[in-house]
């Protein structure tokens, strides 16, 4: 069978959709040698990337998401290979496209929180045309928490027979940092000299930033020696405003903006952070506190969307809209070390039902199912 995977969010980074595309590209190349897979990417991804085995081949594309050419060159593409699945790893696919797919849902974040960067017309109807038509045409929709889905069929009124729960992965390079002198580098590297909250991501309305800020000061009033660092790129439609709430604190070295980090070095800042926050309002999966357990590093994290059914009894919760309860939780990790303690031991082992292998073959056994029930000849053949 010729199955084909939208590629073009392909990425080797840590987190996001991305990562997702690469685990998944990765994963079934070890278990499916015998089906060929086209994979659609864009450059430079195109010319990094060198299948392992001979049934898979890439294509170029070079089409942007919500671009013109998405509509029509990616649909010629995907047209003249033929496939007998197609995989959309993001609801971004032509809409003309009418051929057998699987779209996978990370979100329905746009839906809840358009934020600063959805506000032309243009754009917000754009979205709602795409996820409207992938959802509405796959023959399957991948979701990855049952909190997603539940929002898939509450919104998008897709029915729950289209849907399949897949979860996602934890790298395996999230774990206990053996070079010590390595993790002291980067604390030096970044100026941080004390116990720190860590924040990693994106800045968007969602992710509830200027909450944890508001919290910190908090307890910096209640006399906690500690600092609290942000990575992530620095977002200017957002920068301007989390600025002007930090200033002071970023001249105390209270605040420190890293902006993106490489890959060991957050891994470094996971392992010498005292306490993970996870503020956000809204998470279709929420990856970084699985990322942090499996550091042992102890997860302070709202209580919303689908935080707790991914992370379970591991975290301290808090209502993301009340400082007061984000206060509270962080301070609880900070004071009560039997908990800190109980927190590390079972973060860790909670985190190993998750894995990028697992979730490979799940997805790689819907698509055999789905071949499966298309090749069965019909009552009246």
Sequence with gaps: MKI??????????????????????????????????????????????????????????????????EQTKFLRLLKKQKLDLMHFTHFNAPVLYF??????????????FPGKKMTSLFRRSAYHLAIKSAVSKAQKVISVSRST??????????????IEVIYEGVNAEFSPVKDIHCLLDTLFKYHIDRSFLLYTGVWRDHKNLKGLIESFRELLKKKHHIQLVITGKK?????????????????????????????HELVDLINAAQIYVFPSFYEGFGLPPLEAMQCHTPVAASN????????????????PHSIPEMTEAIEKL?????????????????????????MAKHTHQLYLDFLKDQSKPTKSS
């Design 4 to 69: 084909g995977i939208d590629c073009r969010m392909y990425a080797t980074l840590h987190t996001g959709i991305g990562r997702y595309v690469y685990e998944l590209v990765e994963n079934l190349q070890e278990i499916d040698h015998q089906n060929h897979y086209v994979l659609f990417f864009n450059s430079p991804e195109f010319e990094n990337f060198t299948p392992k085995h001979s049934n898979f081949t890439k294509v170029l594309v070079n089409a942007l998401h919500y671009s013109f050419s």
């Design 235 to 263: 977002d200017n439609i957002y920068a301007e405003e989390i600025f002007a709430l930090t200033e002071d604190l970023v001249k105390q070295n209270l605040v420190v903006f890293t902006d993106l980090v490489s890959d």
């Design 304 to 319: 919303t969307s689908s935080i707790p059914e991914i992370c379970g009894n591991n975290a301290v919760y808090f209502d």
């Design 149 to 162: 889905a539940k929002d898939l069929q509450e919104v998008l009124h897709t029915p729950s027979s289209k």
């Design 99 to 112: 051929g057998p797919s699987v779209v996978t849902i990370h979100d329905l974040t746009v839906h809840f």
């Design 334 to 358: 900070l004071t009560d070390k039997h908990l800190y303690h109980q927190l590390q031991l079972s973060g860790e082992k909670h985190v190993k039902k998750y894995s990028w292998s697992k």
